[in-house]
């Protein structure tokens, strides 16, 4: 693995630095937001997972992505590890709040099927980023996940350290209306709250991104003008029309598959995955319509039902689909 | 060596179990293993000491003596009739030898009962007691399996690739031990072991299930000596003596008391410890009770205050682990509480820069109920509602003076404007609350303040009523617009089924009417509310809203939930309570339920039903309401006045007499609310009943006196049955002067 290098170069400076920190300065205040995010990634790469690339496409969690929310679905295994930007417009503060964004990361990591040891995998996780466990309060409190858009739901908890809500652990019980099996585990990692607690800064702003860089100069302005676009500026008339397209793209597609009779090799090659993506563009733009307050309470309520009926066509249609097999020189790398 | 009995212990252990859920799971799981025991013949005397412990981790029974073994019994088993288990020539037929083979024994041994329904072959079987570890190994599961959770999870797939068993959370241990065996069986995927695990953080192992224990004091000293304390109510003592002793560093600081939050900490950890921590004093300048909410709620913090029970700077945290000695522990929660603090300023400082009535237009875009509008529309119902109950408190001679009336109205019609705060929005216990403090910070009148403050209450059967007149009419008119608006669109609860809180919001009504002594009636307050509904229909709001839905079902309800006030929260005995709920005599169907006058109407009757003439008279107005209902049936009566220059016998006459001075003085007595006066004069027509029943034969060859002497009897019952119906008195027994 070519990144592999590079991560033990990182950790091997953060600790040298280490050496030359006064004794009273915690060992895991030097950790940057992005030896965090290496470490956890090579800590699931690790442990099995592939290790994607953000969706690179406006979503509001990392459960949107495709990675989680097709992948839970069927009977295949599979381990992914991925950070995911997650807008939400609604919580844009125009940089003025120390604590809420716009858009913040998140490090999502699915196991499915969950080890029964997943708890003890997660803690470890901890631990590689300089956190002794031995030495914080740490408590699983219940906290059970819906997303009424996608059709989603699970149960678990939110883990929280020294009273910080650091990570979301969920086990999905739905996605897209159909009941999961096997069931998958749903990891997510609030990155900024995490590097701050090891940083041991108030604002997020003031995170060191890199060691010569904060988090403030690399999206600061961005904080700033996605809230004066989404509050103040974009324009209403134009995202009900974008909504509107989308929405009959996927209502199109949707019901084209459905037509598809007895005929697996078109079935097979019926764009799926893209719809999706349209579902997507779908609930970006209702989050943009509603934090522009562009939305009365009822209408509110029919758009996240037609979202969510299009999110579970997809899942339904994912499923029926006839896997068609991934032809061998292309499933195989070398020879 | 073969013990008799032994002992027998479970543990589950689970992934973090929401706290909440961990004493009623616990309830569940000793119900189903004493059933089970018990059933099996397995109590050592029938009684079992079965003890249950919990930790957020583990769900534990233990019982110190069950029987080894089932007691073996003999008994005799009956099978098929004599007359076709043998041929005509005396042997057995096929079903004698099938009866015999089953039951391990041959034909010659079968014998022939007679019972009832004939003769029928019979054989005396001795029944081996089945071992306790076999019997336990089937019910563990079950047991464990019975156990109720609001809403399960799978996280596991069986052999086949089908998702296994549900449970709250994951399983991931099983310890089944009796007799120090292990107890084969399994639940899922998990298989019954003799290993338990210790704390997470505190024990060496890691939390890892590698513990060996043999007997019940091993697994507790295995616990002990890892970092686990299993008994919750050590737990509790534990948090609350540390925290204490926390705060003796302090003058006069003293823990505010939240026991839910207790209960919480109990069932969230294995082994809590208090921490002290401090904010800075500058945020005291946010309302306590945003504060409070923040720490509680958001935090799970115990908040602490000072000598005078103003809030110190200072917090409780409880945390799931030993201690914390290098300090890093509070500096986290401090840091996390800070956040908390300056979001919570941030938006109070926010919120203040809209005024409450500049809120109302934005209550259009919150929903009430789909089918009842947004809390705009509601707001303007309450609004009318309130206006309409002070109108009928006036109506009962209530003094509410003009300034007061408009402030009500006022309030509330600002009453659920704090909804549209970020305070609100992001703490919604502090509904209500912040309203009032906003509108003590926009200098509107006290009494408007403290109306909006107040108007949630009464939460529950114990919490607190409004402390205003002004708190206590919006209360009454949130609660009267939810339930008819709720009703009127066919959101009347079902069984146990009561999504929006009708029955607590009903009881809501009842007690402050009840305890506020307020004199409106639940017709008037239902007729109000409905007419406030018909209104908003005419303005095209509410629309499929009906009256007939919500009117009298309505009503019908509220009797019930006072029968249910009356008789289990202030003790009043049924029959008490039916004689004053069905007053009013047999002329008219129309009751007027006025709580606060039916309550001293059944304290009354309580007190005076153990003096001696009492429930023998209630007897007679029993029997006078039988004959009347007979001769309603029988002889087409109809009621009337009596014409005393009918009366021909000098008992009758003199009842008369009695009547119409008893009814004067309790007419009088009634009048000034003197209802055991009242009831007291009635019972000293004992003796003239009395003597009436002695002497006269009611129904009288001769209709006409027939029908006078009932027409007496109707009038009496009738005009004393106002306060109470007496004939629904049963009388007890066990008195002395039992004359029924």
């Keep these: ?335 | 060596m073969k013990e008799k009995y032994q002992e027998f212990f479970l543990e589950l252990g689970v992934e973090e179990i929401p706290a909440w859920m961990i004493p009623g799971a616990l309830r569940d799981l000793r119900q189903h293993l004493e059933k089970g025991l018990t059933e099996n013949n397995l109590a050592p005397d029938g009684s079992l000491e079965l003890q249950t412990f919990a930790t957020s981790r583990r769900l534990v029974a233990f019982c110190p003596r069950i029987a080894a073994k089932q007691p073996t019994v003999k008994e005799a088993v009956q099978g098929p009739p004599k007359k076709i288990s043998f041929d005509a020539a005396g042997n057995p037929t096929v079903a004698a030898i099938q009866f015999a083979a089953k039951n391990g024994t041959t034909p010659d041994k079968l014998k022939v009962v007679t019972t009832p329904k004939g003769e029928y072959l019979s054989v005396k079987v001795t029944r081996r007691g089945r071992p306790a570890i076999e019997i336990l190994s089937e019910l563990i599961p079950q047991a464990v399996k019975g156990i109720y959770f609001p809403r399960t999870m799978h996280w596991d797939s069986d052999a086949e690739g089908k998702t296994g068993t549900q449970f709250i959370r994951p399983i991931r241990n099983l310890v089944a031990m009796c007799g120090g065996r292990v107890i084969p069986c399994s639940i899922g995927n998990v298989k019954s072991g003799k290993t338990t695990f210790g704390h997470r953080n505190l024990s060496k192992s890691g939390g890892k299930p590698v513990l060996a224990v043999k007997t019940f004091a091993d697994y507790r000293q295995a616990l002990a000596a890892n970092g686990v304390l299993l008994d919750p109510s050590e737990r509790r003592a534990r948090i609350l003596d540390e925290a204490v002793r926390l705060l003796q560093s302090e003058n006069g600081l003293k823990l505010k008391p939240s026991p839910e939050l207790l209960e919480t900490h109990t069932y969230l950890t294995e082994h809590p410890t208090p921490l002290l921590g401090s904010f800075d004093p500058s945020y005291l300048s946010l309302p306590e009770e945003v504060l409070i909410t923040v720490m509680r709620g958001h935090q799970k913090y115990f908040a602490v205050e000072d000598a005078a029970g103003k809030l110190a700077p200072r917090f409780i945290a409880v945390m799931e682990s030993d201690g914390d000695a290098t300090g890093v522990i509070r500096h986290g929660h401090e840091r996390v509480l800070r956040a908390r603090f300056n979001d919570a300023q941030f938006f109070w400082k926010a919120d203040g820069k809209t005024a409450l009535q500049h809120r109302l237009e934005s209550l259009h875009d919150v929903t009430f109920q789909a089918k009842l509008g947004s809390y705009f529309e509601k707001s303007s119902r309450m609004q009318a509602l309130a206006d309409a109950l002070v109108s009928g408190l006036r109506h009962s001679q209530f003094v509410v003076d003009p300034q007061m009336q408009s402030d009500i109205v006022q309030a509330a019609r600002m009453a659920k404007c704090d909804l549209t705060t970020d305070l609100v929005k992001e703490f919604t216990e502090l509904q209500g609350i912040i309203g009032g403090l906003s509108a003590r910070r926009e200098n509107l009148s006290e009494s408007i303040a403290t109306a909006i403050y107040d108007h949630y209450l009464p939460q529950s059967m114990e919490d607190e009523l409004p402390r205003t007149l002004g708190g206590n009419i919006l209360s009454l008119a949130d609660r009267m617009d939810t339930l008819v608006g709720c009703f009127g669109v066919g959101l009347a609860p079902t069984g146990s089924k009561d999504p929006f809180g009708l029955r607590r919001a009903a009881q809501g009504v009842i007690r402050i009417l009840a305890e506020k002594q307020l004199p409106l009636t639940i017709d008037g307050l239902v007729g109000a509310g409905c007419e406030v509904y018909r209104y908003a229909q005419r303005m095209g709001e509410a629309e499929s809203w009906q009256d007939a839905a919500a009117r009298q079902p309505l009503i019908d309800f509220f009797e019930d939930r006072l029968r249910y006030y009356l008789r289990e929260v202030r003790g009043f005995a049924y029959d008490e309570v039916e004689a004053v709920i069905q007053a009013g005599g047999s002329e008219t169907r129309f009751k007027t339920l006025e709580v606060a006058d039916m309550v001293k109407r059944v304290e009354a009757v309580a007190l005076i039903r153990t003096t001696e003439d009492f429930e023998p008279l209630a007897a007679s107005f029993k029997r006078m309401k039988n004959i009347i209902e007979q001769a309603r049936k029988s002889h087409g009566f109809t009621g009337g006045r009596p014409q005393p220059e009918l009366f021909n016998m000098a008992e009758e006459s003199s009842l008369h007499a009695r009547y119409e001075e008893v009814f004067q003085i309790v007419e009088r007595e009634k009048s000034s609310g003197q209802y055991t006066a009242a009831l007291q004069v009635i019972a000293s027509l004992r003796p003239a009943v009395d003597l009436f029943f002695d002497k006269i034969l009611v129904m009288d060859p001769n209709p006409e006196i027939r029908t006078n002497r009932l027409c007496l009897l109707d009038m009496l019952l009738n005009g004393f049955s106002t306060i109470a119906d007496f004939s629904e008195i049963v009388p007890r027994e066990s008195k002395p002067s039992g004359a029924a």
Aim: glycine share 6%; net charge negative.
């Design chain 1, 1 to 335: 693995m070519i990144s592999g290098k590079y991560i033990v170069e990182s950790t091997f400076q953060i600790e040298r630095k280490n050496k030359h920190l006064p004794a009273n300065k915690k060992t895991s205040s030097s950790r940057t937001l992005q030896s965090l995010i290496l470490d956890l990634s090579s800590y699931w790469a690790a442990r099995g997972c592939i290790l994607q690339q953000p969706f690179d496409m406006e979503v509001g969690a990392g459960t949107s992505s495709p990675e989680t929310f097709l992948r839970a679905l069927g009977p295949d295994p599979y381990r992914v590890a991925y950070v995911q930007p997650s807008r939400r417009p609604d919580d844009g503060r125009y940089g003025e709040n120390p604590n809420r964004l716009y858009k913040h990361m998140q490090m999502q990591v699915i196991l499915k099927p969950p080890p029964a040891d997943i708890q003890d995998l997660y803690l470890q996780s901890l631990e590689t980023l300089g956190i002794r466990l031995r030495d914080h309060d740490l408590k699983f409190e219940e906290d059970n996940w819906e997303n009424p858009t996608l059709g989603a739901w699970g149960l678990g908890w939110q883990v929280m350290l020294d009273g910080l809500e650091i990570t979301q652990f969920t086990y999905f019980q739905q996605c897209g209306g159909i009941d999961l099996n096997p069931i998958s585990v749903e990891l997510t990692y609030g990155i900024e709250r995490i590097a701050a607690f090891l940083q041991d800064v108030d604002s997020v702003y003031s995170l060191r991104w890199n060691e010569t860089t904060s988090y403030g100069q690399v999206r600061w302005r961005e904080e700033l003008q996605f809230s004066v676009y989404q509050f103040e500026m974009a324009d209403v008339e134009m995202l009900w029309a974008q909504f509107n397209l989308y929405e009959k793209e996927a209502r199109r597609l949707l019901t084209a598959f459905a037509e598809i009779k007895d005929d697996d090799v078109a079935r097979g090659r019926f764009p799926v995955l893209p719809t999706y993506e349209l579902v997507l563009k779908c609930s970006h733009l209702f989050n943009l319509l509603d934090s522009r307050g562009a939305l009365s309470v009822t209408e509110r309520a029919g758009i996240i039902g037609r979202v969510r009926q299009l999110a579970c066509g997809v899942a339904a249609a994912y499923m029926q689909q006839p896997k068609i097999e991934i032809p061998q020189q292309r499933a195989h790398s070398g020879n």
